[in-house]
């Protein structure tokens, strides 16, 4: 595979459940980001690992844990969600951290939905 | 000033029009500036850099007035498959992160 993949592409979820969603880039990237996109907000930034380091926490809900095991692989843990989280979870990478001067590339994202 | 601001649009031509769009940022420091593009439901994609004045890429042209700390996208013969949203992003002062406008959303029609 190439690129950035997410899986799953859709999930629906309670808001007792825990869930995961799962990020992995194929394109040698040190950097990696998630994103959350609403109806008619801008991307929001929710955290940036560079080197498998955090380095970027946009005051995001503890409810959300995000993990890097490694440059290649992003998790986002969810549990207790609320309805106002249902977004599309979107992933990206870039070449570092210095996103000013490098493209980000975005994976097909997650559509969640919390019941 | 809100950090990114764009013309909330939609924006609707016939095929073959010309159309532009406009986006404002606040952060002066900012050198470098993107503009992606985001199908209905499919992921942002780079459409274009500008690091200087401007920047053409065949029937795309975005330019840079950093004086005013604005930036526009011209589309030429725009066609069918431009449709979409048009997403102006400018970096943080630490280049660390990137801030994304709203977007603009076009649609071409026949």
């Known amino acids: 595979e190439t690129g950035v993949t997410q899986t799953p592409r859709h999930l629906v979820m309670g808001m007792t459940n825990k869930k995961s969603l799962k990020c992995e880039q194929h394109l040698g990237h040190n950097a990696m980001y998630w994103y959350k996109q609403s109806a008619k907000k801008p991307l929001e930034l929710m955290f940036v690992?560079?080197?498998?380091?955090?380095?970027e926490n946009n005051s995001v809900p503890s409810r959300f844990s995000p993990e890097c095991p490694n440059s290649s692989h992003l998790f986002l843990h969810l549990h207790t969600l609320q309805p106002e989280d249902s977004a599309l979870y979107l992933c990206?990478?870039?070449?570092?951290?210095?996103?000013?001067?490098?493209?980000?590339?975005f994976g097909p994202g997650t559509r969640l939905t919390v019941l | 000033r809100k950090e990114v601001e764009q013309d909330p649009g939609p924006f609707n031509v016939p095929e073959g029009a010309t159309v532009a769009f406009n986006c404002t940022y606040s952060n002066s420091a900012s050198q470098s500036f993107f503009w992606y593009r985001q199908d209905c439901r499919k992921e942002p994609k780079l459409l274009m850099s500008v690091y200087s004045s401007g920047n053409e890429d065949g029937r795309f042209t975005a330019q840079l007035n950093r004086a005013s700390q604005y930036i526009s996208l011209l589309i030429r013969d725009s066609k069918l498959s431009d449709s979409a949203t048009y997403l102006c992003v400018v970096p943080n002062s630490g280049y660390s992160t990137l801030t994304f406008g709203k977007g603009t959303m076009l649609l071409v029609s026949p």
């Open positions: 690992y560079n080197f498998k380091e955090q380095t």
């Open positions: 990206a990478s870039s070449q570092d951290g210095l996103a000013g001067g490098n493209e980000q590339f």
